[in-house]
T-cell receptor, first 114, second 111 residues
Framework: DTGVSQDPRHKITKRGQNVTFRCDPISEHNRLYWYRQTLGQGPEFLTYFQNEAQLEKSRLLSDRFSAERPKGSFSTLEIQRTEQGDSAMYLC????????????FGPGTRLLVL | KQEVTQIPAALSVPEGENLVLNCSFTDSAIYNLQWFRQDPGKGLTSLLLIQSSQREQTSGRLNASLDKSSGRSTLYIAASQPGDSATYLCAVRTYGQNFVFGPGTRLSVLP
Protein backbone atom coordinates (compact mmCIF):
# COMPACT_ATOMS: atom_id res chain seq x y z
CA ASP A 1 0.00 0.00 0.00
CA THR A 2 1.44 3.34 -1.06
CA GLY A 3 -0.52 5.70 1.14
CA VAL A 4 -3.48 8.01 0.73
CA SER A 5 -4.36 8.90 -2.85
CA GLN A 6 -6.58 11.67 -4.20
CA ASP A 7 -8.08 12.24 -7.60
CA PRO A 8 -7.95 14.51 -9.50
CA ARG A 9 -4.83 16.39 -8.46
CA HIS A 10 -5.99 19.57 -10.15
CA LYS A 11 -9.41 20.82 -11.17
CA ILE A 12 -10.37 24.02 -12.97
CA THR A 13 -14.05 24.77 -13.22
CA LYS A 14 -16.39 27.63 -13.93
CA ARG A 15 -18.47 29.23 -11.23
CA GLY A 16 -21.78 27.42 -10.78
CA GLN A 17 -20.52 24.01 -11.87
CA ASN A 18 -20.48 20.94 -9.64
CA VAL A 19 -17.24 19.13 -8.85
CA THR A 20 -16.47 15.82 -7.12
CA PHE A 21 -13.21 14.72 -5.56
CA ARG A 22 -12.20 11.22 -4.54
CA CYS A 23 -9.99 10.03 -1.70
CA ASP A 24 -8.65 6.50 -1.21
CA PRO A 25 -7.30 6.05 2.32
CA ILE A 26 -4.71 3.58 3.55
CA SER A 27 -6.57 0.29 3.44
CA GLU A 28 -6.62 -0.64 7.14
CA HIS A 29 -7.51 2.87 8.32
CA ASN A 30 -11.04 3.31 9.58
CA ARG A 31 -10.98 7.10 10.00
CA LEU A 32 -11.02 9.48 7.07
CA TYR A 33 -10.80 13.28 7.23
CA TRP A 34 -11.35 16.10 4.76
CA TYR A 35 -9.63 19.47 5.14
CA ARG A 36 -9.48 22.66 3.11
CA GLN A 37 -6.32 24.74 2.87
CA THR A 38 -5.90 28.20 1.39
CA LEU A 39 -2.59 29.83 0.57
CA GLY A 40 -0.47 30.64 3.61
CA GLN A 41 -2.85 29.00 6.07
CA GLY A 42 -2.97 25.70 7.87
CA PRO A 43 -5.62 23.15 6.87
CA GLU A 44 -9.14 23.71 8.20
CA PHE A 45 -11.17 20.69 9.28
CA LEU A 46 -14.28 20.01 7.17
CA THR A 47 -15.57 16.58 8.15
CA TYR A 48 -14.57 13.10 9.23
CA PHE A 49 -15.80 9.51 8.95
CA GLN A 50 -15.42 6.53 11.24
CA ASN A 51 -15.90 3.68 8.77
CA GLU A 52 -18.99 4.69 6.76
CA ALA A 53 -20.47 6.97 9.43
CA GLN A 54 -19.97 10.70 9.09
CA LEU A 55 -19.38 11.68 12.71
CA GLU A 56 -18.63 15.39 12.53
CA LYS A 57 -19.11 18.27 10.14
CA SER A 58 -17.56 21.70 10.50
CA ARG A 59 -19.75 24.76 10.14
CA LEU A 60 -17.41 25.59 7.24
CA LEU A 61 -19.20 22.83 5.35
CA SER A 62 -22.11 24.70 3.81
CA ASP A 63 -25.16 23.04 2.27
CA ARG A 64 -23.37 23.05 -1.07
CA PHE A 65 -20.82 20.55 0.26
CA SER A 66 -21.53 16.87 0.75
CA ALA A 67 -19.24 14.00 1.61
CA GLU A 68 -19.82 10.28 1.52
CA ARG A 69 -17.97 7.14 2.39
CA PRO A 70 -20.50 4.50 1.33
CA LYS A 71 -18.62 1.30 2.09
CA GLY A 72 -16.17 2.58 4.64
CA SER A 73 -13.35 2.62 2.10
CA PHE A 74 -12.98 5.47 -0.40
CA SER A 75 -14.71 8.81 0.12
CA THR A 76 -16.05 11.50 -2.19
CA LEU A 77 -16.43 15.22 -1.55
CA GLU A 78 -18.86 17.04 -3.81
CA ILE A 79 -19.23 20.80 -4.14
CA GLN A 80 -22.37 22.00 -5.85
CA ARG A 81 -22.75 25.39 -7.53
CA THR A 82 -19.12 26.26 -7.01
CA GLU A 83 -18.12 29.79 -6.05
CA GLN A 84 -14.80 31.56 -6.47
CA GLY A 85 -14.33 31.39 -2.70
CA ASP A 86 -14.23 27.59 -2.96
CA SER A 87 -10.84 27.81 -4.67
CA ALA A 88 -8.42 26.01 -2.36
CA MET A 89 -6.47 22.82 -1.82
CA TYR A 90 -8.71 20.00 -0.57
CA LEU A 91 -6.79 17.51 1.53
CA CYS A 92 -7.79 14.05 2.64
CA UNK A 93 -6.19 12.18 5.54
CA UNK A 94 -6.71 8.82 7.19
CA UNK A 95 -5.81 7.24 10.51
CA UNK A 96 -6.28 3.94 12.28
CA UNK A 97 -8.59 5.59 14.80
CA UNK A 98 -8.28 5.12 18.52
CA UNK A 99 -5.30 2.77 18.20
CA UNK A 100 -3.27 5.50 16.53
CA UNK A 101 -4.34 9.01 15.75
CA UNK A 102 -1.39 9.75 13.50
CA UNK A 103 -2.94 11.22 10.37
CA UNK A 104 -1.53 10.39 6.96
CA PHE A 105 -2.32 12.90 4.24
CA GLY A 106 -2.87 12.56 0.54
CA PRO A 107 -1.31 14.93 -2.01
CA GLY A 108 -4.46 17.04 -2.21
CA THR A 109 -6.74 18.26 -4.98
CA ARG A 110 -6.18 21.86 -6.01
CA LEU A 111 -9.44 23.50 -7.10
CA LEU A 112 -9.61 26.72 -9.08
CA VAL A 113 -13.03 28.25 -9.69
CA LEU A 114 -13.07 30.83 -12.46
CA LYS B 1 -12.66 27.16 20.86
CA GLN B 2 -9.06 26.04 20.40
CA GLU B 3 -6.72 28.49 18.67
CA VAL B 4 -3.23 27.57 17.52
CA THR B 5 -0.44 29.99 16.68
CA GLN B 6 3.09 29.42 15.44
CA ILE B 7 6.11 31.63 15.80
CA PRO B 8 8.03 32.62 13.81
CA ALA B 9 6.03 32.75 10.60
CA ALA B 10 9.23 32.35 8.58
CA LEU B 11 12.80 31.45 9.42
CA SER B 12 15.98 31.36 7.37
CA VAL B 13 19.11 29.68 8.76
CA PRO B 14 22.47 28.50 7.42
CA GLU B 15 23.02 24.78 7.00
CA GLY B 16 24.17 22.96 10.14
CA GLU B 17 22.42 25.23 12.62
CA ASN B 18 20.17 23.86 15.35
CA LEU B 19 16.76 25.51 15.46
CA VAL B 20 13.52 25.63 17.42
CA LEU B 21 10.01 26.12 16.08
CA ASN B 22 7.23 27.14 18.45
CA CYS B 23 3.55 26.23 18.65
CA SER B 24 1.09 27.73 21.15
CA PHE B 25 -2.48 26.72 21.90
CA THR B 26 -5.17 28.36 24.01
CA ASP B 27 -7.01 25.34 25.49
CA SER B 28 -4.74 23.07 27.51
CA ALA B 29 -7.28 20.21 27.60
CA ILE B 30 -5.69 18.55 24.62
CA TYR B 31 -5.82 14.93 23.58
CA ASN B 32 -2.66 15.02 21.47
CA LEU B 33 -0.49 17.26 19.29
CA GLN B 34 1.03 16.40 15.93
CA TRP B 35 3.82 18.07 13.95
CA PHE B 36 3.81 17.94 10.15
CA ARG B 37 5.96 19.22 7.32
CA GLN B 38 4.52 20.40 4.02
CA ASP B 39 6.49 20.90 0.85
CA PRO B 40 5.20 23.53 -1.61
CA GLY B 41 2.03 22.42 -3.37
CA LYS B 42 2.06 19.04 -1.63
CA GLY B 43 0.19 17.25 1.11
CA LEU B 44 1.37 16.99 4.71
CA THR B 45 3.87 14.49 6.08
CA SER B 46 3.53 13.45 9.71
CA LEU B 47 6.70 13.96 11.73
CA LEU B 48 5.82 13.33 15.37
CA LEU B 49 2.69 12.80 17.47
CA ILE B 50 2.74 13.52 21.21
CA GLN B 51 -0.03 12.16 23.41
CA SER B 52 -1.28 14.39 26.23
CA SER B 53 0.42 12.14 28.80
CA GLN B 54 3.82 12.48 27.13
CA ARG B 55 6.41 15.25 27.48
CA GLU B 56 8.39 14.64 24.32
CA GLN B 57 8.93 12.49 21.26
CA THR B 58 12.07 12.00 19.19
CA SER B 59 12.67 10.85 15.64
CA GLY B 60 16.16 11.13 14.21
CA ARG B 61 17.23 14.77 14.25
CA LEU B 62 13.77 15.90 15.40
CA ASN B 63 12.61 16.32 18.97
CA ALA B 64 9.19 17.63 19.93
CA SER B 65 8.26 18.65 23.46
CA LEU B 66 4.89 19.36 25.01
CA ASP B 67 4.02 21.55 28.00
CA LYS B 68 0.26 21.41 28.38
CA SER B 69 0.09 23.73 31.37
CA SER B 70 1.68 26.58 29.44
CA GLY B 71 -0.03 25.67 26.16
CA ARG B 72 3.21 25.20 24.23
CA SER B 73 5.04 22.74 22.06
CA THR B 74 8.43 23.09 20.45
CA LEU B 75 9.98 21.26 17.54
CA TYR B 76 13.76 21.09 17.74
CA ILE B 77 15.68 20.33 14.55
CA ALA B 78 19.33 19.44 15.01
CA ALA B 79 22.04 20.02 12.41
CA SER B 80 19.65 21.47 9.82
CA GLN B 81 20.04 20.53 6.15
CA PRO B 82 18.76 22.17 2.94
CA GLY B 83 16.36 19.23 2.59
CA ASP B 84 14.65 20.37 5.79
CA SER B 85 13.34 23.45 3.94
CA ALA B 86 9.54 23.27 4.10
CA THR B 87 6.60 24.63 6.05
CA TYR B 88 6.19 23.07 9.48
CA LEU B 89 2.69 22.88 10.95
CA CYS B 90 1.45 21.81 14.35
CA ALA B 91 -2.06 20.45 14.88
CA VAL B 92 -3.83 20.07 18.21
CA ARG B 93 -6.63 17.65 19.00
CA THR B 94 -8.75 18.87 21.88
CA TYR B 95 -11.32 16.78 23.71
CA GLY B 96 -14.62 17.14 21.90
CA GLN B 97 -13.05 18.82 18.88
CA ASN B 98 -11.15 17.72 15.85
CA PHE B 99 -7.66 18.75 14.85
CA VAL B 100 -6.96 22.49 14.73
CA PHE B 101 -3.90 23.52 12.75
CA GLY B 102 -1.60 26.45 13.20
CA PRO B 103 -0.67 28.61 10.21
CA GLY B 104 2.81 27.09 9.97
CA THR B 105 6.43 28.22 10.03
CA ARG B 106 8.15 28.47 6.65
CA LEU B 107 11.73 27.26 7.07
CA SER B 108 14.56 27.88 4.62
CA VAL B 109 17.91 26.21 5.25
CA LEU B 110 20.61 27.81 3.14
CA PRO B 111 23.53 25.72 1.84
Amino acid sequence: DTGVSQDPRHKITKRGQNVTFRCDPISEHNRLYWYRQTLGQGPEFLTYFQNEAQLEKSRLLSDRFSAERPKGSFSTLEIQRTEQGDSAMYLCASSQGTSSETQYFGPGTRLLVL
Amino acid sequence: KQEVTQIPAALSVPEGENLVLNCSFTDSAIYNLQWFRQDPGKGLTSLLLIQSSQREQTSGRLNASLDKSSGRSTLYIAASQPGDSATYLCAVRTYGQNFVFGPGTRLSVLP
